[in-house]
Structures are given as structure tokens and as C-alpha cells.
């Protein structure tokens, strides 16, 4: 007889035990839950509590009873929890924070800011108060008041308990002053000059002209946007370790702040080689060859790494459309004395990582698709962090956000396909301006609307009356820079001008309109058509001469255009380097004077020497009707703007005392700016110039008009003064006519806004 089956007993004793382990670890967690006693809470309810429970809780270890009981207070909802077991129960007593009943904010009249404060605050009636919310509140409000320029505002509270463990609570907001930015001022080894360095910032000192400006209020984020401008200006501009190493803000008065940019720019690099290394040795050797000769055109010049970027993206955009599935990296390698190699390495790709979603944020008034068409990458594109990078630049330098920020997500679905975040801050996009101004060439007043983001479509629509002594002009455009999605720019405008110069014997007054659209056709090459109409009223003077006479009437004008254009340059203001050239023709058809219209133009710019920014502008144009004279209001003048040292229009054919105008102008300035002794925060600018210029051709050939070149030279002077913009220029005749209007000296005040 077999008293013991061993196996078959150890089999019963193992599930005995499995089943009884299971059995322990349910009631256990059954009885932790029975077993605890809630009380005393009246708007947490039991299992929100409870269900704070950790896994396998035993009541009876004191560890981690303490552990649940400080768990219970980091939700913030409690202000005391006493905690006891007995009879193997878990009595847990909560003391909750009150419940907020009524709330309100006092001190802020202007109901939009208020609006604005009510969608920041984390506290709001039926939210129970605690400490955390309210200290985040507070600096919320002062975040966001500091922002709109209201520095130093003072946030208090007031809370009432009443029944019921309830309360009412008040926020009371001290409202200071509106700050606007005095003075910007640039310390430390910054090379540069401040004038140069403001022209890179946002930001802008305050004056009484941009009275309704944005950005000549401090905040936050206008101060790091500036601080990312400054860091990009110095590594394109060879400063490879420059630093922004602090910012400060200064409190002058109750209305005005100075700021201040601590820079170390260190010392400026140049590029000794930019070579391509083929780690996958897949390339062809004729691509090899062609890329590496694409770098050779930047070596031995100074560091940009704007130029680096994009040579990194069309390296890139090569390989993809040469079928290379290849990783590009770029890495800079210092070799002393400033000296730096420039390295792109292609590898064989060991993940390949694409774009699952673009993911917009933040833009509650800027459609999504304003953001999305002004991206370098799309969804199934690579990820290419560079690209990504620019997209961002692109956006922060439209004018309509404070800032733009973006990040890497996962993607739980898959790894490999990562969801990219844009988060951008929008700001007010509206401007009025008004204003004042006078020189040499008469008085004006004149003001401007302007709003930049229309209907949240990146949109600008921009309206300006300008009444002077001698011009009335009225001025509506409209500039859509993604027309139809097409990433095309279009550009529509309706005109209102009256002239009455001074030099002239006839008066005419012009309404008209034009279209155009502005287009790449190759890097950097675009290409502009457009159409135009305008109706004129030439009216000529009692004491002018028969033959102005006789050119009296009303016209019609309907025009086709187009310009072709290449343009290099790295700002288009106060460009430093790079070049524009281009060719232009106008053709009037179904005109009362048909006639074509030619013209040829370009710029060159050059930072030859520290504070010596060299400049070459030129322009030669023709008009040429079919079968009649050209009218008055159409024939070509030179503004003394490129012949400095002569008045407007001051040169060319010319009738008793009246310039007429020609059919052929031609104008070249050379220029460069200098360094000039005043104070850095006088932000003035100096320069010497030589101009050249003539004007000639006539339909009547009985005038005498020389088409002898004119030519000056002299020294100009620009300050931003607490006045207003003043420009100053004084000119020496070298070549000219005795017809010719001389103006040695010429200034303005109030000009820019």
C-alpha cells in the first residue's frame, strides 16, 4: 500500500500555495479599502482619497501609512490629515482647505486687461484655496502686467471666511505707470557700435512719434527675442564664442526704463576650410567633387554661420534628391588663431526618424496655416532639426508673436515617427502713428494705420495721409505673403496724390490703382508682375510757359509690369553685405500716351573695415512713348535723395524757370559710413558720399537739355534724436550745369515713423 504519491503531493501543495498567496493579496486589498474610515470631508469625496491608495497597502506597517498620509497632503487639497489605526482600521480624519465661494479682482479698469488676468488665474469660485495657486496667481498677474509694460505693479489679497468652510476672496492689483523703454544701452568687448547693434533688436527705445508702437514696451519675452537676435548677429557676422551674457532693467521714473546688454563678443573668426567627408562611401565621385568645390567659394572669409546653415541645407537637399539615404552632421573645429574648419560627414542612416505631426499651439487669433505655410518641413519629411530652427527664425521674425518655441514629442504609436510641437505667444499686431516733419523740401504732417496680422491671415493692411506744402498723398495697400496658399506674395494698392512743386509750372492731381505678385524662381531670384491703372489731371499755372500749356488735359494710364531681381543681401536695412541687381519694364497699353518703360538697378554692400560699411546704389531708366509727348507727371526726375547737393528734381530739361523732366534719368551713389567720435547713445550715424546723376531727353527736341553728368560729393549725418529722426547732408557741386537748382545743405526732422 502506498501511503504517499510525492509528486502529486508536492503538485497539491504548490497550487495550495499559489491559491492561497492569491487569496492574500485580494483580501488584503479589499480589506485596505474596507478597512479605512474617511471622515470629515464634505467636497473631496471618500474614494478620491481612497483611490490615492498605493498597490499592495497594508495598513498595518507605519512606513507606509506615512507615506499615503504625505501623499494626501501634496495634492494641496487638505490643510491638516490625522491619521490612526486601530482594531487593524486606518481612520483617516481630513481638515479640507475652504471652498472658494465668491471671487473677484479690483484695481483694473482697462476691461481688456482684466479679461486677460481672468483667463490666468488658477482660482476661481467653486476652486478651493490654497496657498500654491494663490502664490502662482500672483506671479502670473505680475508676469503678464510686466509684459504689457506695467513694471513694478503691486498684487495684494483679501480673504473673507464665512460659513460653511467657505470664503471669499479677493485680488487687489496696483496698477503702476505704463513703462516705455528710454535708452538701450551695450557694454562690455562688444566691437560693434550700439547703433549697429540696435539696429538688430526688436525692441526699440521709445520717441514721440511711436507713441502707438509695440515694442517700446519692456517685457520678458521681448527681451529674450532680443538676446536670440544678438547671438545670431555676431555668428554671422565671424564672432564664433560671442556671448549675451546678461540684460538688465533699469527703473528711471514712473514711466521710463533704460536697458542694458552686457556682451563679450570676443574675436572675430575666418574660415579656413569647409570640406565634405563621405563616412558612407556611397557618394559618386562627380557629386563628391561638385559639392566640395560649392564650399571652396566661402573659404578664407570671414565666419558666418548663416552661410554654413545654408550650405547644410542644400548639401542636405542634394543628397535627397539624388537618392542618397544619408545623415548629414556638421561639426566646427577651432585650429588657433581664430582660425575654423568647417566639416559636413556624410554617414549611412541607422534610424531614420520622419515628422508623424506638426502640432500648432497658442494661436487663438493667427490661422494655423499662416504658421504651417511659413515651415521648412512637413509631415513624412526627415527630421532635421535645422530646418526646424529656421521655421522658427522665419515666424519670430514676422511681427506678429512674441516668441516661438518647439519641441520634440513622442510618438507612443511609434518611435521612429515623433510629433514636432509649435508654441507660439501672439501679440498686437495694430499700429497708429502721427506725426510731423520739415526740411529744406517743404512741411508735412502725416499718419499711418496699419495692422499686420488682418483676420489672423498673416495679412497687411496699411493706410497713410501725408499733407505737405508741396504733395498731398493718400495711400491704402494690402500684402498677402501667402496668396492662395501658393507661398507667392500679392500685393494690391489704391492711390491718392496732388502735387504742386515748387520748381515746376503745373500742378496734377492722380487717383489710381496696381496689383502684383512677387515670386522665387531660383534661390533667391524673384521674379515681380503686376498691372496698373491711374487716372491724371495736369493743370498748368497762369505764368507758365506755351509749351506746359499745350500739355494740359486728363489722361488715362493702364500699364503692365514686371521686375526681375536678385537679392543677397543679409538685412534690407542697413544692409551690411550681399548685393541686389535687376531689370524692370513698364508697357501702357489702351492709354491716351502709350509708352514703354525700362530700367536696370542694383546695390552692393560691403563691411570692408570695423565701422566702414561701404554701399554702391545705382539706377538707369528710359520712357519712350509710341506716338505722343510723355506728360509731365510720367516724365523721369532724380530726387535729391541720390543727387545730393542739388534740390529735388533740381536737375535736367528745363523751361524759363521750370524742370520738365526727361525721358532718360541715371543716378550711382558710392557711399560708406565711418566712425564719427559722438557718444554711443547719440545712435548717430556718419558718412561720406560721391553721387552721380543726370537727367536728359526730351519729346520736344526744341528744348536744350545737356545730358552732361552731374556730379557732388560730401558727408551726411543721421541721429536718432529725442526730437525725432534728423538726417543732415552737406554737398559740393563737382560737375553741373548753370540751370541746374543747387542745395549744398539739406535736412529733415520727423520724417520716420
Do not use: C
Not at 588657433?336 to 559636413?344: A, C, D, P, Q
Amino acid at each position: 500500500m502506498k501511503l504517499f504519491n510525492l509528486p502529486n503531493l508536492f503538485k497539491n501543495y504548490t497550487n495550495f500555495l499559489s491559491f492561497f498567496s492569491l487569496f492574500f493579496f485580494l483580501t488584503n486589498v479589499v480589506y485596505a479599502n474596507e478597512n479605512i474610515i474617511i471622515s470629515n470631508n464634505n467636497y473631496i469625496s471618500s474614494n478620491t482619497i481612497k483611490s490615492y491608495i498605493p498597490k499592495n497597502f497594508n495598513i498595518l506597517k507605519n512606513s507606509e501609512v506615512n507615506n499615503y498620509q504625505k501623499k494626501l497632503f501634496e495634492t494641496g487639497f487638505f490643510e491638516d490629515i490625522k491619521v490612526s489605526v486601530k482594531n487593524n482600521k486606518l481612520y483617516v480624519k481630513v481638515f479640507e482647505r475652504p471652498l472658494v465661494n465668491f471671487f473677484y479682482i479690483e484695481g483694473i479698469k482697462n476691461q481688456t486687461i482684466l479679461d486677460n488676468i481672468y483667463k490666468i488665474v488658477k482660482i476661481k469660485e467653486n476652486t478651493l484655496f490654497t496657498p500654491y495657486l494663490l502664490n502662482n496667481d500672483s506671479k502670473e498677474i505680475i508676469k503678464y502686467l510686466n509684459s504689457l509694460g506695467y513694471l513694478n505693479s503691486q498684487f495684494n489679497y483679501k480673504l473673507i471666511k464665512i460659513k460653511d468652510n467657505k470664503v471669499n476672496l479677493f485680488y487687489n492689483i496696483n496698477l503702476n505707470n505704463k513703462y516705455k523703454i528710454n535708452r538701450i544701452y551695450f557694454i562690455g568687448n562688444k566691437f560693434f557700435k550700439s547703433s549697429t547693434l540696435l539696429g538688430q533688436l526688436f525692441s526699440t527705445e521709445h520717441g514721440w512719434w511711436k507713441f502707438m508702437a509695440n515694442n517700446t514696451t519692456p517685457s520678458e519675452s521681448l527681451i529674450s527675442i532680443d538676446i536670440s537676435r544678438l547671438k545670431n548677429f555676431y555668428l554671422n557676422e565671424g564672432f564664433y564664442d560671442a556671448q549675451v551674457i546678461s540684460s538688465s532693467v533699469k527703473i528711471l521714473n514712473n514711466s521710463k526704463v533704460n536697458l542694458t546688454y552686457s556682451i563679450n563678443a570676443g574675436n572675430r573668426h575666418y574660415i579656413k576650410n569647409i570640406e565634405l567627408i563621405d563616412n558612407s562611401k556611397t557618394l559618386k565621385k562627380e557629386d563628391f567633387i561638385f559639392l566640395n568645390s560649392k564650399y571652396k567659394k566661402n573659404i578664407n572669409k570671414i565666419f558666418d554661420k548663416s552661410k554654413i546653415n545654408n550650405f547644410f541645407n542644400y548639401t542636405n537637399d542634394y543628397f535627397l534628391k539624388s537618392n542618397y539615404n544619408l545623415d548629414l552632421k556638421y561639426r566646427i573645429e577651432k585650429t588657433g588663431n581664430n582660425i575654423l574648419n568647417v566639416k559636413f560627414v556624410a554617414e549611412d542612416k541607422i534610424k531614420k526618424q520622419t515628422i508623424n505631426k506638426i502640432i500648432i499651439s497658442g494661436n487663438s487669433i493667427t490661422d494655423d496655416k499662416v504658421i504651417r505655410n511659413n515651415l521648412k518641413f512637413y509631415e513624412g519629411d526627415v527630421l532635421n532639426s535645422l530646418k526646424i530652427t529656421e521655421s522658427v527664425d522665419i515666424l519670430k521674425g514676422k511681427g506678429i508673436f512674441k516668441n516661438v518655441s518647439w519641441k520634440i514629442e513622442n510618438n507612443d504609436n511609434n518611435q521612429d515617427n515623433p510629433n514636432i510641437s509649435i508654441n507660439v505667444e501672439e501679440q498686437p499686431t495694430g499700429e497708429i502713428a502721427a506725426g510731423a516733419g520739415g526740411g529744406t523740401n517743404g512741411l508735412a504732417i502725416s499718419g499711418t494705420l496699419k495692422e499686420k496680422n488682418f483676420n489672423g491671415k498673416g495679412i497687411l493692411l496699411n493706410s497713410s495721409l501725408s499733407i505737405g506744402t508741396q504733395r498731398i498723398l493718400g495711400n491704402i495697400s494690402y500684402s498677402n505673403p501667402d496668396f492662395d496658399d501658393t507661398g507667392n506674395k500679392f500685393d494690391g494698392a489704391f492711390f491718392i496724390n496732388e502735387n504742386y512743386f515748387e520748381n515746376a509750372s503745373f500742378e496734377n492731381k492722380q487717383i489710381g490703382s496696381s496689383i502684383g505678385i512677387t515670386y522665387e524662381v531660383f534661390e533667391k531670384l524673384f521674379f515681380n508682375p503686376g498691372l496698373s491703372i491711374d487716372f491724371d489731371s495736369v493743370t498748368a499755372n497762369n505764368d507758365a510757359s506755351a509749351l506746359v500749356k499745350r500739355s494740359e488735359g486728363d489722361f488715362f494710364t493702364s500699364k503692365i509690369y514686371y521686375n526681375a531681381f536678385k537679392n543677397t543681401k543679409n538685412k534690407d536695412f542697413q544692409a551690411t553685405s550681399g548685393y541686389t541687381v535687376g531689370f524692370g519694364q513698364g508697357f501702357s497699353f489702351l492709354s491716351d500716351i502709350p509708352y514703354v518703360n525700362n530700367k536696370f538697378f542694383g546695390s552692393y554692400y560691403d563691411e570692408f573695415a570695423n565701422d566702414f560699411i561701404g554701399s554702391i546704389r545705382y539706377k538707369i531708366e528710359s520712357i519712350t512713348s509710341f506716338d505722343k509727348d510723355i506728360k509731365y507727371s510720367d516724365r523721369l526726375f532724380v530726387n535729391s535723395n541720390n543727387i545730393r547737393g542739388f534740390s529735388d528734381r533740381g536737375i535736367g530739361p528745363k523751361i524759363d524757370n521750370d524742370f520738365i523732366g526727361g525721358n532718360y534719368s541715371y543716378y550711382t551713389t558710392l557711399s560708406s559710413t565711418f566712425p564719427n567720435g559722438l557718444p554711443e547713445k547719440w545712435n548717430a550715424l556718419t558718412n561720406v558720399f560721391f553721387d552721380m546723376a543726370n537727367v536728359w531727353g526730351t519729346d520736344d527736341k526744341s528744348i536744350d537739355d545737356s545730358n552732361k553728368l552731374r556730379s557732388s560729393a560730401g558727408i551726411g549725418l543721421s541721429w536718432l534724436s529725442p526730437l525725432g529722426p534728423l538726417s543732415f547732408t552737406y554737398a559740393i557741386p563737382i560737375t553741373k550745369m548753370s540751370s541746374d537748382d543747387v542745395e549744398n545743405f539739406n535736412f529733415t526732422i520727423g520724417s520716420a515713423f
